[in-house]
């Protein structure tokens, strides 16, 4: 989604503002602009195509002024092309803003706009905005108050940052809906969409909150108001990552660095938490909620994505070991459908960021209806952390790729860890415990072997790299795996995949099956292998290609199948994590072979902070 960057201070602002760009390149866009403060006056250099793009075609780091702003659009109203590429400007030139998120009520605004006799000169709601801003800027005399009065009017969501050459001296940051952190460096600010643009500057942040402004003045001082005028109390916090975290590292993707780092983030979810002896899992953020945790009647997960896929492995996992109901819901839906909510009902949200609306507004939905409403999360400070009663960060450390990879593995680590909580809590033994403890901690070495053979995925994956279709089977609790493998191909490789419950093939998938469609099966050894077996052999029977992920050691599978990917040996609630990291990477090579932009694939954004 939409990136924002905003810098004042005593530095030239521009370079400042494109590496800030760069570094939000990952959360999806189509467009690019950066606008500066100079001599009096405002200067916009902004079009549609990548940051790389803005730099060649326009020189933007050689924009003077101390003062600017920066955006990167991922478009919502209108298409991706110069004119709705921000920062947009207000009517006199001398406002300027950039806007993440969406304003409802634009075209009633615009019309007010057009009646009052000004003229527009893009199709989107942020320049309405601008335009409205500069509107109320000649009734008030102030940017300060004209931004607050265009945003009592605003219906919809919004994260900005407003620059004018009539206050050169000031910069306004808001939001509601959409993510805005303020950076506090040593005599300079910076305003980003979130950490990773800040980080190389200062480690001191402020989240705002929901309708929240910070104003902020080239003297080093600062204010934090609500957008109605009272003042806030702003926590300034740590950054908590390194700026490595950041960068590729020697990898030829951030994906696959992800991938690679799946041993450690994984390793790092269990720390301090799992307690092997007592069979037991202690999660310090759920302590205020244990209560609500142990006469929990329903848990409902509600998610959106590779985060939903996660869910569905929750559901399994927190039925078998805790024997508590659980729906899985898409966020998106759960929200619309006036969800039936009980007293006892614990509600949890599952992402990555921490800002998908629709997630956000499903906890809202949850919380208003009397539920306990908890995170998974993995973005420190992020609203969704915030504005649920408790919950688990996932500790996986910044996801920078489009494609969700370690972020998944650490959702299930966490899920994993949570329902062995409830489950000791409801009469699963000390021995049994023991046993799944054990299992996880020994789950970051084995994921390390599946990584130290990745040649043999790479080279399956350049056998299929041409097809235009795969399917992905697996049973039980590996069938959200092979939804999670279909999902992975299909956004970086663009080739159409589908996961299905493997026994479902019958039901119509089995149509399609020809010698030109490759079938990816998670055909683990555990209580229902031989099912899948037969599976494999309707598929085989049909011509289609086989490619299955085996529990090591398993001679039969070679016979059957055309390609084997082994894996080690797990318990098998266990099994989709080690079962998804094949996946991923058979979806890496893939779209390496074919080209594809893996960190980011088109249309797709990191975090979807619209609805
Ligand atoms: C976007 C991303 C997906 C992600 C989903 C949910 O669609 O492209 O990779 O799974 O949002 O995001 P969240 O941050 O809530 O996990």
């Known amino acids: 989604m939409c990136g924002i960057v905003g810098y004042i201070g005593p530095q030239a602002a521009a370079p400042i503002i494109l590496n800030g760009l760069r570094r939000l390149e990952y959360r999806g866009y189509d467009s690019a602009g950066i606008c500066t403060v100079d001599q009096g006056g405002i200067e916009i250099r902004k079009r549609a195509g990548k940051v790389a793009d803005l730099e060649q ?51 009633t605004i615009r019309k007010k706009l057009v009646k009052a006799g000004y003229q527009l000169r893009s199709e989107t709601d942020s320049e309405v905005l601008a335009v409205f801003i500069g509107m109320l800027y000649e009734q008030t005399g102030s940017v300060e108050q004209a931004v607050r009065a265009a945003l009592g009017e605003v219906d919809g969501t919004f994260g900005l940052v407003v620059v004018s050459s009539r206050e050169p001296d000031v910069m306004i940051g808001a939001r509601r809906g959409s993510p805005l952190v303020l950076g506090i460096g040593s005599g300079e600010f910076i305003f980003a969409s979130d950490a990773s643009a800040i980080i190389a500057h200062t480690r001191q942040v402020v989240y705002l909150h929901d309708n929240e ?90 998610a959106c994505g590779t985060s939903w896929h996660a869910a569905l492995v929750g559901e399994y996992l927190i039925e078998s070991l805790a024997r508590i109901p659980v729906e899985v819901e898409y966020a998106s839906e759960f929200r619309y459908r006036n969800p039936i909510i009980q ?58 790729g489009v494609a969700s990879t370690k972020a998944f593995t650490s959702q299930l680590c966490i ?22 403890a054990k299992e996880l901690d020994a789950i970051p070495a084995k994921i390390q072997r599946i990584l130290e053979r990745v040649e043999d995925v790479e080279a399956i994956a350049r056998e299929y790299a041409s097809a235009s279709n795969f399917l992905y089977l697996g049973r039980g609790v590996n069938f959200p795996v092979a939804l999670e493998g279909a999902l992975k191909l299909k956004e970086i490789s663009y080739i159409h995949a589908e996961g299905y419950p493997a026994a479902e093939m019958k039901h119509g998938p089995i149509a399609l099956i020809d010698t030109n469609m490759p079938v990816v099966f998670v055909a683990t050894k555990d209580d229902i292998y031989d099912k899948i077996v037969s599976n494999i052999e309707e598929v085989r029977a049909r011509s289609g290609r086989v490619i299955a992920i085996a529990t090591e050691g398993d001679t039969h599978l070679h016979s059957v199948a055309n390609h084997v990917i082994e894996i080690p040996e797990t318990h098998p609630l266990l099994t989709p994590i080690l079962a998804s990291i094949p996946m991923q990477l058979l979806a890496y090579y893939i779209a390496v072979q074919r080209g594809c932009n893996v960190d980011m694939p088109r249309n797709l954004a990191k975090s979807v902070t619209v609805e």
């Open 57 to 107: 075609a326009l020189h933007v780091s050689s924009m003077p002024g101390t003062t600017g702003i920066g955006h990167t659009r991922w478009a919502t109203h209108g298409v991706p092309n110069d004119p709705n590429a921000h920062p947009h400007a207000d009517a006199s030139d001398t406002i300027a803003l950039v806007h993440n998120g969406i304003i409802e009520n634009y075209l």
């Open 343 to 400: 007293p006892n009902d614990v509600v949890i949200a599952i992402s990555q960021s921490g800002e998908t609306a629709d997630t956000l507004a499903a906890i809202r939905e949850a919380k208003m209806k009397g539920a306990t409403v908890l995170g998974m999360v993995n973005v420190v400070g992020s609203t969704i952390a915030r504005e649920t009663e408790a919950g688990v960060y996932l500790h996986a450390g910044p996801e920078i």
């Open 415 to 436: 899920l994993t860890q949570f329902a062995l909580l409830l489950g000791r809590m409801r009469g699963l033994g000390q021995l049994e415990g023991r046993e799944l």
């Open 213 to 302: 402004m910070a104003i902020v003045h080239r003297d080093g001082s600062y204010v934090t108001k609500t957008i109605g005028n009272e003042a806030t109390v702003s926590a300034i916090e740590e950054i908590e990552f390194e700026l490595d975290a950041i960068e590729k590292g020697g990898f030829d993707h951030f994906m696959l660095k992800e991938i690679f780092e799946q041993p450690n983030t994984f390793r790092d979810g269990l720390r301090g938490r799992l307690q092997l002896e007592d069979g037991n899992v202690r999660l310090g953020g759920l302590e205020s909620v244990r209560d609500a945790l142990r006469t929990a009647q329903r848990i409902v997960i509600t």
